[in-house]
């Protein structure tokens, strides 16, 4: 009741504030979004269920009309995610993504430096298909067990938890902001990269991040002595039927772009879906219906107040207020733009949900690109991809809370290593963001 009674608080001063500063419909709107961040942060009511109050509050305070927010509840992207995640659960259901661990383990030096490459090299393997924090829960007893020593026991986790966060930038379905954006994108009519788009546009982050960050992680324990022994695997018939899909589900995505320039193309959400529902197939059977009970539900709702989060920004006019404020950086160049948007967002994700940040920042920031000389995409896509790399502390994404959760690694130790990759980070974005994206969205 603490923390409920300590989010109502917050979200009535931030409403008190705001008053002095927006509209009172705008203030409403900020009150209720501080509400839901601290209910999100301190876990004050389950995930799920603080992600469904936008569909009584946002209506009950005269936000928008609940035909306004309940379609945010199920935008096409929520079913991109949808069949992503049915193959996830077929991947864990017949093995396949500890088989796929232990390969890409094996492939690395038996020493010190080399196990902390593969076990974040494997988690960021998984956690670009797979989510996050799945990946991190399923990977995180092989951690434990690779060795005794305490000192290296505590890389290989804050190597696990860091590799599963860089991953998951790297395909849409990698992690929740990556969505929320897409939705966005969708909603304001931009055009959204295609699926093999984006691998092609994160590729250069996610490589030198793999290959910086364990280099860090290893530095002073790289002639630490291990105890490591390779998992070996065979393939199991269900393994080898799943491979098969998957590897024609990856050809689709493929040709894809190619067949809609011919007119003959299908959209990637009903793709992904498609591939999904076909694991239920007499012939396949690699689902049943009972699975589905392994789907986050309480993701999906959430993707859902995220997407209502930036459609009342916007139809508030809060974003537009918010960004007449940020009218000062117009004028400064495009490198120190991005580094500030990287940089704060970055460090925010620390304290809050990425995906409820994202939700919040992406708005604001398109507003502020209409009225300046940048192009909103390069914008919007360096704002999200930054969400997702806070590695400081426990409660800034799922990965870093869950190897906390083996109290092998102290808060301290994570929070000195984190800040030095929180700005590798950033500047890995913003450079990337400079080079690549801006020629990308033209």
Request: charged share 10%; aromatic share 12%.
């Amino acid at each position: 009741m603490k923390k409920l009674s300590l989010a109502v608080g917050i979200g009535l001063l931030v409403f008190g504030f705001s008053s002095y500063l927006f509209t009172f419909q705008q203030a409403k709107l900020l009150g209720v979004v501080a509400l839901l961040v601290v209910l999100w942060t301190n876990e004050g009511l389950p995930l799920g269920v603080v992600s469904l109050l936008p569909l009584i509050l946002f209506p009950l305070l005269g936000i928008l009309d609940l035909n306004g927010v309940a379609p945010n509840y199920s935008k096409g992207i929520i079913f991109l995610f949808l069949g992503g995640f049915l193959i996830a659960i077929a991947m864990q259901k017949s093995g396949l993504t500890r088989l796929i661990g232990g390969k890409l383990m094996a492939l690395f030096p038996r020493s010190a430096r080399g196990v902390i490459y593969a076990i974040a090299i494997t988690a960021a393997a998984l956690s670009a298909f797979l989510s996050n924090t799945t990946v991190t829960i399923m990977l995180l007893p092989i951690a434990l067990h690779l060795t005794t020593n305490s000192r290296l026991r505590s890389r290989y986790l804050i190597a696990l938890a860091y590799g599963a966060s860089i991953g998951g930038i790297f395909t849409p379905i990698g992690t929740p902001p990556n969505l929320i954006l897409l939705g966005f994108i969708e909603e304001i009519g931009l055009k959204a990269p295609s699926f093999m788009e984006w691998m092609g546009l994160t590729l250069p982050i996610v490589a030198t991040m793999l290959l910086t960050v364990p280099w860090i992680l290893s530095h002073s324990v790289k002639d630490e002595p291990i105890e490591y022994q390779p998992i070996k695997f065979t393939l199991t018939p269900q393994q080898r039927l799943l491979i098969k899909i998957l590897l024609a589900l990856v050809l689709l995505l493929l040709i894809n772009p190619l067949l809609i320039h011919w007119g003959v193309g299908l959209n990637e959400k009903l793709l992904l879906l498609a591939a999904g529902l076909a694991l239920f197939l007499p012939n396949v059977g690699l689902l049943k219906w009972e699975d589905t009970k392994e789907i986050p539900y309480e993701i999906i709702f959430l993707f859902g107040a995220g997407f209502s989060i930036a459609a009342a920004f916007i139809k508030t006019g809060l974003a537009s207020a918010i960004a007449s404020y940020l009218g000062s950086f117009a004028g400064y160049p495009l490198f120190l733009v991005l580094f500030l948007i990287a940089l704060f967002v970055s460090f925010s994700t620390e304290i809050t949900s990425n995906t409820a940040l994202t939700s919040i920042v992406l708005p604001v920031i398109y507003e502020f690109a209409k009225e300046s000389i940048f192009n909103p995409d390069i914008l919007l896509f360096t704002a999200t991809i930054a969400a997702s790399y806070a590695f400081m502390l426990p409660i800034a994404t799922p990965p870093n809370a869950i190897v906390m959760s083996a109290k092998v690694v102290k808060i301290s130790q994570m929070a000195k290593i984190g800040f030095l990759i929180n700005m590798i980070g950033v500047l890995v974005v913003t450079l990337t963001a400079v080079t690549l994206w801006r020629f990308y969205f033209g």
